[in-house]
Every structure is written in C-alpha cells, then in structure tokens.
C-alpha cells in the first residue's frame, strides 16, 4: 500500500494488503528470476551490486541527470489470509488500469506477490507475457519483513528468504515466465536484519522517491497533483492496481501520463533505471 512518507516509511496501511492488476496480453519473453538469465535478447537483466558482505541492494531512484525519464510501479500484494474475501467477491485486480496503461502505451512495473498469481493466474500470465510489462517479486505473502509495519503480520528471519522464493515459484506456476531478480518489501519496511536474510539470493531490493498515496484515497485530483508534484528525472512512483483498496488509479493514471508527457517525461521501467545506475556508479 501507499504511504504518505518515503523509504521505509512506505505502504499498507493497517496490514490491509492491496493488490493487483489484470486482464489478457500479448506474448513476450521476460526476465526469468534472481538466478536465471533474463530478459527479450537472453541477456541478465540490470541489478546493482551487493554491499559489505554480500548485503541485499537498494535502489530508489534512477540518475537525475540522464534526461526525464520516471518510472510507474504497481504493487500487487494481495495478502496470504485474503483468500476468503477473494472468494467473497472482494475485487484485487483491477482490468480497467492496465487497459488505461495499454492504451496510453505506458509501460511499467508490477511487483506481485505469489498469493495474488495464485488467485489471478490468467492475470498474472497475461502480464508475464506482455512486452510492455514487467514483473517483479513482492514477497509471497505480503507479510513485513520488519517488526511494526503497517499492522503487517511479520515474518521470522527464518522464513524471510523462503517467502521470497516461494513467491517466485507462484510466479512461474501461474505462467510467468521470467520474473525479474527485483523485490519489493511488503509496506516498504526493511533493515539490515532483512537485508541480510536475502543476501545470496541475487534480487535487488526496488523502493521509491515518489509516493502517490493512492491506497484508500477517495480524491484522484489531490493523488494526481501529488505525483506531479513529486516526480523529478530518474524518479519512481508507487501506485496500486486493486479496485477495491486503490480505486481511483485508473483515473490519477490518465490524468499523469498525458501530463508528464507535455512536460518531456518519457516512461520507462525500473530495469532501465536500474541499467543507467549501474552504468554511472
């Protein structure tokens, strides 16, 4: 979910996860996981280089002096308890964003958890497959990687990295075929203890310099004026594609992109930030 803040400050209010994204693609070759080749051309998709001792990467924000470029993300976290209310009716996906962002030629970023692909498979296969998305890990089941994030059940050392690669493993069982090596921590909390969980795994940990506080917003012209006042060169905005935790996306979406465009923004995904990053550093 979406906070008000930046950094570890960062998304799900009250341990309400939000989720995701939907509807059919077209066909593509994508980045495979933290340990497989990826990509269109076969070739490794762009990370950053681990810290001290095989530490976890961050990345925020790509280079703010290579030109306008900006980066729109969209968590898919639905939680691993949500099942009964997907069963009750509950809408995590949201059809009508991502046909907004096919239309708009806007491509992004969806960082899914395994839960959601589980629940949405043919939503999740239709991303994997479209040249014009990528797909990122969000963790299995939306649970924080720290203590005291959002209300977020909290996950043990222990199952931190198994979380991950179990996220993984929903991915490509819902026909995903190459998930890129990036991870997002659920609500945006991590710290040296969770960085340290996933050293090894080879996923670069993907935050956030623009908060579009969308989650639960009711006012689309207060989340659009605070994602065009907040993005700059190289930024990276959160958004949610759930109609039933982030329902005005779809509208803040069409009323950005146009907007960006006219001021020279051009939209790319966060592995060509984070192939400009590992260029310049």
Not at 87 to 95: I, L, S, T, V
Not at 123 to 146: C, I, K, M, W
Not at 209 to 229: E, I, N, P, W, Y
Request: charged letters at 20%; glycine letters at 10%.
């Amino acid at each position: 979910m979406i906070p008000q803040v930046r950094r570890i400050t960062a998304v799900c209010a009250l341990g309400v996860a939000l989720a995701a994204c939907g509807t059919a693609g077209s066909a593509r070759q994508a980045p495979a996981g933290p340990s497989a080749p990826a990509s269109r051309s076969a070739s490794r998709p762009p990370v950053l280089v681990p810290g001290p001792g095989g530490l976890t990467p961050v990345f925020e924000h790509g280079p703010r002096t290579l030109g306008k470029t900006v980066a729109l993300t969209f968590d898919a976290d639905m939680t691993a308890d949500q099942g009964p209310r997907a069963a009750a009716g509950e809408h995590f996906d949201n059809p009508g964003l991502i046909g907004a962002l096919r239309t708009l030629k806007v491509p992004a970023t969806i960082f899914m958890t395994g839960r959601w692909a589980d629940e949405y498979p043919t939503e999740a296969r239709s991303l994997g497959h479209d040249p014009q998305f990528e797909v990122a890990n969000h963790s299995y089941s939306h649970y924080a990687f720290t203590a005291k994030c959002y209300g977020l059940p909290t996950l043990d050392p222990g199952e931190m990295r198994e979380d991950v690669e179990r996220a993984y493993a929903s991915l490509r069982s819902a026909g995903v075929p190459h998930a890129l090596p990036y991870f997002r921590f659920p609500g945006g909390c991590y710290n040296q203890q969770a960085l340290r969980a996933l050293s090894g795994t080879g996923v670069t940990a993907v935050q956030w310099d623009v908060v579009s506080g969308d989650a639960f917003a009711k006012d689309a012209d207060a989340v659009t004026r605070q994602v065009l006042d907040g993005v700059k060169p190289g930024s990276v905005v959160i958004m949610h594609c759930t109609r039933s935790a982030a329902p005005t996306t779809e509208k803040v979406v069409r009323a950005v992109v146009p907007e960006l465009r006219r001021r020279g923004y051009r939209f790319v995904k966060v592995s060509e930030l984070i192939g400009e990053t590992s260029k310049h550093h």
